[in-house]
């Protein structure tokens, strides 16, 4: 019930990894074509989910690092302005503040009650700003944003919208084309059941040019395996964001726990979890508790948080610990994120113990 946090990894994620870690040590890097051929496939794999190029995906070690990249590597005038969200999770807010120190306007759109508001957003859009960066998906209200619509506001406006991804990716469906995404980050621990440290980065291949590799390894350049030549051009997709030598153990997992997602079908998983969160707000509701965040279901998650009908949420966090039904406690509410393998049964045993 907390996968808004981090996920429990599948027994096939697991064991792609084992078997790599087993192959490591019997054999050292004998096989290291196919840990190539692997970074490949999974690539073709996380393009599939976002309908993405397999050349706009760079691996990266977390969201943190993709918002940084994407962030540090525009050439940003004095006065450019970028507009996001209060309440944001804190990975979507530092790179973007730190961009202050190059003369760089942060503009905050408030929500209400978790709520994102479009309008809002497009209210604070000026003609100096270059991008707007939000999450797919809030991590505390559970807010799901329509990123098409935005993405193509952000089109006529000019400018570059950038999303943090994680909150939602692997439960919900995202197209970057029809969503005109110019960049996104999210790492697999949480939605798409794979393993910590090991994330994605997504530019679209016509923005590539704008943001320059922050981040310079022997693998960012086009003539990368000569290792005799020194010529500072990049390689012609993403891979010029990934800085040297990769996690290969966490892109086995992540590949093992993204094609099991494709095989379920993003679809049937969206309605699946839309199902089990209706069923606990419902339930929540009912027993007289504050649910945070959005009733419509076009704006619904995986997550919902809420404020206790009674003192504040420490009580239940207890009693959820000492019966191993793992929630979080986030902004003083209690945060349940259940997946789309979790059961009505198990849905009904966290409303007995809120009960
Ligand atoms: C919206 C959002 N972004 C980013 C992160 C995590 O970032 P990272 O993958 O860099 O640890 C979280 C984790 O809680 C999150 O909720």
Not at 152 to 164: H, I, M, N, W, Y
Not at 197 to 212: D, P, R
Request: glycine share 10%.
């Amino acid at each position: 019930m907390n996968h808004a946090a981090v996920a429990p990894i599948s027994r096939r994620v697991r064991d792609a990894m084992a078997g790599l870690l087993d192959d490591v040590q019997q054999c050292g890097a004998e096989h290291w074509q196919r840990w190539v051929e692997t970074y490949g496939s999974v690539r073709r794999s996380l393009a599939l989910l976002l309908n993405a190029d397999s050349g706009e995906i760079a691996f990266t070690k977390n969201t943190s690092e993709g918002i940084s990249m994407f962030a540090s590597g525009l050439d940003w005038q004095p006065g450019d302005e970028v507009v996001s969200v209060e309440g944001e999770f804190p990975a979507n807010f530092y790179a973007w503040k730190a961009l202050e120190k190059r003369g760089v306007v942060l503009r905050l759109v408030p929500s209400e009650q978790g709520r994102v508001s479009q309008e809002a957003i497009l209210s604070a859009l000026t003609p100096r700003t270059r991008v707007v960066t939000v999450s797919f998906v809030q991590y505390l209200s559970g807010f799901r944003l329509d990123l098409e619509k935005l993405g193509q506001a952000c089109v006529a406006r000019g400018c570059l919208l950038f999303v943090d991804a994680i909150q939602g990716l692997g439960a919900f469906p995202i197209d970057v084309k029809r969503a005109n995404i110019a960049g996104l980050a999210a790492d697999g621990h949480k939605w798409m059941l794979g393993p910590e440290g090991a994330a994605l980065l997504y530019v679209n291949s016509q923005v590539m040019e704008k943001i320059t590799p922050p981040e310079i390894g022997w693998t960012t350049v086009r003539h990368w395996s000569d290792f005799s030549r020194r010529d500072l051009s990049w390689r012609d997709d993403a891979r010029r964001y990934e800085c040297g030598t990769l996690n290969t153990v966490g892109i086995y997992g992540l590949g093992a726990a993204v094609n099991l997602l494709l095989e379920v079908g993003i679809p049937n998983i969206a309605a699946r979890v839309l199902q089990l969160t209706d069923r606990l707000r419902g339930g929540l509701l009912a027993q007289g508790h504050s649910v945070f965040g959005p009733r419509a279901r076009e704006e619904a998650s995986g997550i919902v948080s809420f404020v206790p009908r009674q003192g504040g949420p420490e009580h239940l966090l207890d009693l959820f610990l000492a019966h191993r039904v793992q929630v979080a406690a986030r902004g003083g509410m209690v945060r349940i994120a259940p997946h789309f393998y979790n059961t009505e049964e198990e849905i009904d045993r966290v409303l007995e113990l809120a009960s």
